[in-house]
């Protein structure tokens, strides 16, 4: 799911050459399967979504309608430097930025976002985050939100987002301009 939320941003870094994007397999039957990157497990009775489903949905449910340059350190495209990738848009429709971080090591890094071009942030944004400390880590039947997005709300410093983004996670952030 890390390995997919990474790519995506550069999918979603170059939405002006990138016109779609589409996931396979989708469903795998608990009792009777070909292959395991199914995205959405089922049995007789429910269903289990898996952590590259959620990385599907929060793309889906986040996406905006302006693609907006993103730089590690203000230098180069967030594009894997200390294992981190990332990807910006801007919401015309709600007037928000929205900022995807993938972190793919397992030590907690320190993002700081400064938006140029704005006067000021609203105070507050909202977290929405994806991680598990075991790779390894999958949903079942029993237990499908062994690893589920968790959404908070993180305040904002004038035109910066500060905020430490946890070892194997998938962060997105809303924030109003």
Do not use: C
């Not at 006067?119 to 062994?146: C, F, G, R, S, Y």
Request: no cysteine; hydrophobic share 40%.
């Amino acid at each position: 799911a890390l390995a997919e939320a990474a790519y995506m941003t550069g999918l979603e870094r170059n939405a002006d050459v990138v016109q779609m994007a589409s996931y396979a397999p989708l469903f795998g039957h608990v009792d009777g399967w070909q292959w395991k990157p199914n995205l959405i497990w089922v049995d007789n009775l429910k269903t289990m979504p898996t952590p590259n489903y959620q990385v599907q949905k929060l793309y889906s449910n986040h996406k905006g309608s302006q693609i907006v340059p993103i730089l590690y350190k203000d230098k180069l495209p967030a594009t894997g430097q200390d294992s981190l990738y990332a990807s910006a848009t801007l919401d015309q429709a709600s007037n928000e930025l929205i900022i995807k971080i993938v972190n793919a090591s397992a030590k907690v890094q320190t993002a700081e976002v400064n938006i140029d071009g704005v006067k000021k942030l609203d105070a507050k944004a909202k977290l929405i985050t994806l991680q598990h400390d075991n790779l390894e880590a999958e949903n079942t039947m029993d237990m499908p939100t062994v690893v589920a997005p968790v959404e908070k709300e993180i305040e904002t410093k004038g035109k910066r987002v500060e905020l430490e983004v946890r070892g194997y996670s998938f962060s997105v952030i809303r924030v109003r301009l």
